[in-house]
């Protein structure tokens, strides 16, 4: 038994603890964690793309956001664009919570006592339909209204997403697969005068069995 003050009070809970042991021949889901992914980016002042590697740990947190170039383009171009069951850990800055009731999950970051940016997706059957996305500018009072659109091959598997502005496409990414069914390699392509053109390349690779301690004997 368990107990803490509260108000006048005093509130008491049970709290249970125990001993799990989990044996590593059964531990089969390394190659399914995120642990780095190496990135491509192009920026509009260069034509050869900045290369970085973003690390992560067995729970999602990214590692290397001290890097502020690093953080800029998770925090504006890859985090706010996943939805629920993205592998991401969320970060400072950042809410999120699920309506299951309309199947609706929300993420906003708070900058100050204004929303920066906000997201809601929805789904049907847990299988994401659309999302709709209000960004507010630092320092602006213009908010960008935009769309995000999911996209399914026959097999009813997530291949890509496109960004759009009222009809306009913004951007559009085209998702591999490993064997696994894990993501291998995310890019992402803006639309401009109807040319394609880069914006980022995310190759993903997953934590092995190797970083299991050996079995004792």
């Known amino acids: 038994m368990v107990g803490y003050p509260s108000g006048d009070g005093f509130v008491s809970f049970?709290?249970?603890a125990?001993?799990?042991?989990?044996?590593?021949?059964?531990?089969?889901?390394?190659?399914?964690?995120?642990?780095?992914?190496?990135v491509?980016?192009?920026?509009?002042?260069?034509?050869?793309?900045?290369?970085?590697?973003?690390k992560y740990d067995f729970y999602g947190?990214?590692?290397?956001?001290?890097?502020?170039?690093?953080?800029?383009?998770?925090?504006?171009?890859v985090f706010p664009y996943e939805d629920g069951a993205s592998c991401y850990a969320s970060f400072a800055g950042w809410d999120y919570k699920y309506n299951s009731g309309e199947q609706v999950f929300l993420r906003k970051k708070t900058t100050g006592f204004y929303t920066s940016s906000a997201t809601r997706f929805y789904y049907a059957e847990g299988k994401l339909t659309k999302a709709e996305i209000l960004i507010t500018p630092m320092g602006s009072l213009k908010k960008?209204?935009?769309?995000?659109?999911?996209?399914?091959?026959?097999?009813?598997?997530?291949?890509?997403?496109r960004l759009m502005d009222g009809k306009t496409p913004l951007?559009?990414?085209t998702i591999t697969y490993r064997l696994n069914g894990m993501r291998d390699k995310v890019q992402r392509v803006k639309i401009s005068n109807g040319q394609r053109i880069p914006v980022f390349e995310i190759k993903n690779s997953y934590y092995t069995d190797n970083v299991l301690p050996a079995p004792e004997h």
């Open 61 to 77: 947190n990214n590692l290397t956001l001290g890097d502020p170039l690093i953080y800029k383009f998770f925090d504006e171009q």
């Open 144 to 161: 960008d209204r935009w769309q995000l659109e999911p996209i399914y091959n026959s097999g009813n598997l997530l291949i890509g997403r």
């Open 18 to 38: 125990g001993i799990g042991i989990r044996y590593r021949r059964t531990i089969d889901y390394m190659d399914t964690i995120l642990k780095e992914q190496s």
């Open 14 to 16: 049970q709290r249970l």
């Open 171 to 173: 951007w559009e990414e």
């Open 40 to 54: 491509s980016l192009w920026t509009n002042d260069n034509t050869e793309p900045k290369l970085f590697v973003m």
